[in-house]
């Protein structure tokens, strides 16, 4: 990957800091990962809002469900492979059920786990959170997003995930660019077919429309950081116009955005869709660059996908 | 003093028939462990916690965590006796749809601080609660039932170090000792003895109280308020299905139904019609 990767601790930390200090209700919350999260500068600064219960990820959920019941707004963050999967069920009844107003972070996730492998790396975090009724589930790809989104956050009330990869970049997208809860961001209008994605796969999709006019074909990218409520209009607008899309996620391609796209899609116009990302497999023992590229998260495989995409469009999708 | 233990003896006899009818009048249910937390809950809720039913949602209030979720019909028609709403409401329970399921929540009736079932989440959510009124150093006490059962639990234990590392002193736990659980025997499921050792050796104090005995628990209670530094657990010994002689001690009672000859028969064993 070309693009110049940050990691998210530096912002996590900071904009939390920031925003503790203009609302006294923010506490975080740890599970023996404050250096993985950065909220060191939170903890020195407000040590009686800092809360940290060890490893422990159920109590984790479990203590942020019972600040959140006393009107108090709780970060709660762990690697999002823990969270999701560990701690599901306290997700589930202590923070869903109760619509508590749980802000639960999950850091380290996807393949930015990179070398700790099948243990760690999220592969279902997305769709576990995204099944849950009142949760809210958002995707940030680059640090003025996510700062974007943790104030954003601060201020919604309501049960709400935050899928953060260990790096991103600082900055992905034009200058122009803001993030909205409600809407999800189009670059370019092709009309051949439609790139969705979000996350660090973003860093790779930006790259990817550039490759794609060299090989003749005229693409639109759709970054989609919100998965939940998601911008539906925009989703069935650029299938109804390109009736092919590839999504891209650094999960499994079951339930997560591949899966949310294929639900919509099929409920609706029927455009096809291809699905990259991990499939029925888990993630390896790797770096970054190489995972990415092993599980088709390149701009080379875009343009080859995107190429037997069209030639299944031409056909009708038969072949 | 004594009137008020008196009182509270009458209000929990009360207790125990109409939480009896409410749950027969849903075609049965969760009796034992109902049964069992009666005097518990008279208690806490008729001569312990700060609550008003007319502001049900005051921040000044109490809160309380009925961790064992599945003995929600006996916080309904506490709740209902309190005056958060008519008693006769209690005919909802368990119905499609209504105010009352089967487990508490918190969304659908006002008065339940928080909604559980699954069992073992309670006592994490009553620590976060509990820090946040020490942070705003409020005089408040969060109160949480846990049956002996969803001890077994490992989430139990990473809350109860969590409180002990924060020095709740204003979280107050009763544990429902009666023993049994839905498999058999909580000695012969999943030994949780020495229970006293184990609270001890988490950071807390920890009391005993004859769980059926409303002044030993009262008394228990307020004991633990009083006690500044650590979380407090009271170990209430209970019977599983108490009152109901067929019922009482027996893990099969864990949950059931019973007919119409028996409901007359229980009826008369709990001295329904004596009035208060």
Redesign the interface.
């Known amino acids: 990957m070309k693009t110049e990767l940050k990691p998210c601790a530096v912002t996590y930390g900071a904009t939390l800091t920031e925003l503790g200090k203009a609302n006294p209700d923010i506490f975080v919350l740890e599970a023996d990962l404050m250096k993985a999260s950065g909220t060191r500068p939170f903890m020195e600064a407000f040590p009686d809002r800092h809360i940290n219960v060890g490893v422990a990820e159920q109590n984790l959920v479990g203590v942020a469900a019972g600040l959140a019941a006393m009107g108090r707004i709780p970060f709660a963050c762990t690697m999002a492979n823990f969270l999701s999967q560990r701690a599901c069920d306290q997700v589930t009844i202590s923070v869903a059920l109760n619509k508590f107003n749980v802000k639960l972070v999950g850091c380290y996730s996807g393949l930015s786990q990179e070398k700790n492998g099948a243990t760690h790396i999220s592969i279902m975090d997305v769709v576990i959170m995204r099944c849950l009724p009142n949760m809210k589930v958002i995707i940030p790809s680059d640090h003025r997003e996510l700062a974007d989104v943790l104030t954003f956050a601060s201020k919604d009330i309501g049960p709400l995930y935050l899928r953060m990869p260990r790096v991103l970049p600082e900055n992905l997208f034009d200058n122009s660019y803001r993030f909205s809860f409600d809407k999800g961001y189009q670059i370019g209008t092709g009309s051949d077919l439609t790139i969705i994605s979000n996350g660090i796969s973003s860093s790779v999709t930006v790259q990817a429309l550039d490759g794609l006019k060299k090989e003749g074909i005229n693409a639109r990218l759709i970054h989609l950081p919100v998965v939940k409520p998601v911008d539906a209009g925009l989703i069935l607008k650029a299938a109804a116009e390109t009736g092919a899309i590839i999504t891209i996620e650094d999960h499994s391609v079951y339930g997560g955005l591949g899966g949310l796209i294929s639900e919509m899609v099929s409920e609706s116009c029927g455009a096809i869709v291809t699905r990259i990302g991990l499939n029925d497999v888990f993630g390896l023992t790797a770096n970054l660059d190489f995972q990415l590229n092993y599980f088709g998260i390149s701009v080379e495989n875009i343009v080859k996908t995107a190429k037997d995409l069209l030639r299944k469009k031409k056909n009708k999708y038969y072949q | 003093m004594e009137g008020k233990i008196t009182e509270l003896k009458n209000i929990a006899r009360q207790l125990r028939i109409n939480t009896f009818k409410a749950i027969t009048n849903a075609g049965g249910g969760h009796y034992g462990g109902s049964l069992s937390t009666i005097e518990i809950i008279a208690v806490l809720y008729f001569g312990i916690m700060k609550i008003d039913p007319k502001k049900p949602d005051d921040?000044g209030r109490d809160?309380f965590v009925l961790s064992k979720g599945h003995a929600g019909p006996v916080l309904y028609t506490a709740l209902a006796m309190r005056g958060f709403f008519p008693l006769s409401d209690l005919k909802d329970l368990d119905k499609p749809l209504s105010n009352f399921p089967k487990h508490i929540?918190?969304?659908k009736l006002r008065g339940i601080?928080?909604?559980?079932?699954?069992l073992g989440?309670g006592?994490?959510?009553?620590?976060?609660?509990?820090?946040?009124?020490k942070?705003q150093k409020k005089a408040n006490f969060v109160y949480i039932v846990l049956g002996d059962g969803e001890l077994d639990s490992?989430?139990v234990w990473?809350?109860a170090?969590?409180a002990s590392k924060?020095s709740l002193d204003n979280l107050i736990a009763i544990v429902d000792r009666n023993m049994l659980q839905i498999d058999g025997l909580t000695e012969d499921i999943m030994p949780i003895e020495p229970l006293k050792d184990k609270w001890t050796a988490a950071g807390w104090n920890v009391s005993e109280a004859d769980g059926h005995d409303v002044s030993s628990l009262y008394g228990s209670i307020t004991g633990a308020q009083k006690s500044k530094g650590k979380p407090n657990v009271i170990i209430a010994k209970t019977i599983k299905g108490c009152g109901i002689s067929f019922m009482e001690g027996k893990w099969q009672w864990h949950s059931g139904s019973i007919d119409e000859d028996q409901y007359k028969a229980c009826l008369q064993e709990l001295g329904d019609g004596a009035g208060i």
Do not use: K, P
């Open positions: 921040y809160r929540d918190r969304l601080d928080v909604s559980t079932g699954a989440q006592l994490s959510v009553a620590c976060g609660m509990a820090i946040s009124l942070q490992g989430q990473e809350a170090m969590t924060y």
